[in-house]
């Protein structure tokens, strides 16, 4: 079994990178993967590219057969069964695992959302919340790929609000359930053999909002029309039809009232897969803008040679560098919190408190990964030039299927809401000192500047200025706080704003760290791995100011605004490096290997 070798990560709470240091031997970085972990994206990456790319076409034309055998064939491959214990059937991996595994998978956009909702969404549901019935009833089956998956949470008046939803279940004397209602925009509606649907039960006491397990063979189960997409094709989505369908009690899925616990904490995890796929998919499409690039010749010369155009590769790998650094960060804390927790392996109560721990870093990671993602797309369909724009090429259709992603799992405003928010929640918890850190902050601030130490160690301007940015993030929070109070959550903009700085020094940090593991280890690219970290920390520093400058203004006025600015400047002092001839060593690298390097 791979390990993260989880005895060495250290581990923080969720958030409390923000107000602790980290070291490089204390984060999981790609180049700590294990030779297992290398194989099965190996085999994973063949399978996409020999069994499901060739027949892409087919998908795009309906084939639910055809998608139906790729299942099987996964679980033939035991990626159904990655975060499933073996004692139901699975292969029960670590979630490092499980970022290789949707990573590849994301390379072909529309069997992924088949997958993931699948392997994602109806077996982690299962294996966290079932009962050892239940499990033993439908996990085997799932994680084989003999029957496939669905969730149906989304109505059409209740996408964000999941708590809005209008199907209802109504109570037998025989203490069997009634639903009725429709579900909306089901990835695998149209083939599902399994749902995993979300009502509420209506008695004397109210409404409690509950998860369901239901199967298509139900009386009144049924599926509507298939949707006319912008993008994803290949993959079924459907509405869910439920007219007078008689569920068994014991198919009820965790506790009767308790249907935003397993929607929640499944969205938590599939949150942080979704930013997997999008890290995978921005780095396969670097690979086809490097080789487009090195072979499209203007004025004589390949475009890869000019200027323009080695910047937005340059930055492209940048941003892809800095989502693969923070999702592998993740998933080793994930692991050792998961190993550090004494359980039985067949129990997912550890997993379930790990990712529930984490669920700012994995909001972090849908919301940077599917935008990072669309920034890489664009930009390959800006590198390919009018190619890029017909489907001749792939870029154009890579362009409308990763547009969802930001839709997908929560909208990317919701989670932005969720990553501030749930940082402000444990702090009034007292779960993170964080309002002593701002009063703290605000002491040291007021006080006389000090004079920074001399500091030659590598990276040492970008550690400096990401203790900065933490502390800049530290002071906007503590100001919003003492001037909103417990009303924050309702100022959005705010909160947005917050967040936003907030994925920038989880960003930053992370490349930074996991550029000094590369120099401390002496790896053969260590060198560029410091210029991708001196680009992103360099960037994210004017978005950082940016940010903190539009929370302020929204926040404080007057003497108060004029006194945060200057301890803004006072803050954010970095000068400026030389990106464009750091860009340009990273995409001359790009182009000499054929794609993206980091993590090979």
Not at 16 to 26: H, I, K, M, V
Not at 238 to 262: C, R, Y
Not at 564 to 571: E, G, I, N, S
Request: charge should be negative.
């Amino acid at each position: 079994m791979p390990t993260t070798f989880s005895s060495a990560i250290s581990i923080l709470r969720g958030g409390a990178w923000l107000l602790e240091s980290s070291d490089a031997d204390g984060v999981f970085t790609p180049e700590r993967m294990t030779e297992e972990h290398r194989l099965i994206g190996q085999m994973t990456e063949e399978f996409v590219d020999n069994e499901v790319l060739p027949v892409l076409d087919r998908l795009e034309q309906k084939d639910w057969t055809l998608a139906r055998q790729l299942v099987r064939r996964c679980g033939d491959l035991g990626l159904l069964g990655v975060d499933v214990p073996e004692v139901h059937g699975g292969v029960g991996l670590d979630k490092v695992t499980s970022v290789v595994v949707s990573e590849m998978l994301s390379r072909s956009a529309s069997f992924g959302a088949t997958f993931g909702a699948q392997a994602n969404l109806t077996v982690v549901p299962l294996f966290l919340f079932g009962t050892e019935a239940q499990k033993r009833k439908y996990l085997p089956k799932l994680v084989s790929g003999e029957i496939v998956g669905a969730y149906a949470l989304s109505e059409s008046g209740s996408g964000s609000d999941a708590l809005g939803a209008k199907s209802r279940a109504v109570r037998q004397p025989d203490g069997s359930f009634v639903l009725n209602g429709e579900k909306m925009w089901i990835t695998n509606g149209g083939f599902a053999d399994l749902f995993i649907v979300f009502a509420k039960i209506i008695d004397e006491t109210g409404e409690h909002f509950t998860a369901f397990i239901v199967e298509r063979a139900f009386a009144g189960v049924s599926s509507g029309k298939e949707e006319h997409k912008l993008g994803l094709h290949g993959s079924s989505t459907t509405p869910l039809v439920l007219q007078d369908v008689k569920v068994p009690a014991e198919n009820v899925l965790g506790e009767i009232g308790k249907g935003h616990k397993v929607a929640f904490n499944v969205l938590n995890f599939g949150r942080f897969k979704l930013g997997a796929a999008c890290s995978g998919g921005a780095q396969a499409a670097i690979g086809e803008a490097v080789r487009y690039a090195a072979h499209r010749k203007q004025f004589g010369q390949p475009i890869a040679t000019f200027g323009a155009i080695r910047h937005k590769i340059g930055e492209m790998i940048v941003r892809t560098y800095a989502v693969e650094s923070l999702l592998y960060r993740t998933a080793g804390l994930i692991d050792a919190r998961i190993a550090a927790t004494p359980h039985d392996p067949a129990d997912g109560s550890a997993t379930l408190a790990a990712l529930a721990e984490y669920a700012i870093e994995e909001s972090i990671a849908k919301v940077s990964g599917s935008e990072v993602l669309d920034f890489v797309l664009d930009e390959n369909i800006q590198i390919h030039g009018g190619n890029g724009f017909v489907k001749d090429y792939p870029a154009e259709r890579h362009y409308r299927d990763a547009r969802v992603n930001r839709i997908f799992e929560g909208t990317n405003e919701i989670n932005r809401l969720l990553i501030a928010g749930t940082l402000a929640k444990r702090a009034a918890k007292g779960d993170l000192p964080l309002i002593g850190a701002a009063k703290a902050l605000q002491d040291e601030l007021l006080g006389a500047a000090s004079m920074p130490i001399a500091d030659d160690t590598p990276l040492a301007e970008e550690r400096r200025a990401v203790d900065a940015f933490k502390k800049t993030a530290i002071m906007v929070f503590g100001i919003s706080l003492q001037t909103y109070g417990h009303k924050l959550s309702d100022q959005q903009e705010v909160l947005m704003h917050l967040s936003d700085i907030l994925i920038d020094v989880l960003s930053a940090e992370s490349t930074v760290l996991r550029a000094l593991g590369a120099l401390e280890q002496q790896l053969p690219r260590a060198a560029l791995h410091a210029d991708a970290a001196r680009v992103f920390v360099n960037d994210a520093s004017m978005r950082i100011d940016a940010s903190a400058r539009q929370a302020l203004a929204a926040t404080v006025e007057g003497d108060t605004l004029r006194a945060m600015l200057a301890a803004l400047r006072r803050l954010l002092k970095l000068v400026p490096s030389n990106t464009a001839l750091m860009r340009r060593r990273i995409a001359d690298e790009a182009v000499a290997s054929g794609g993206y390097f980091f993590g090979s």
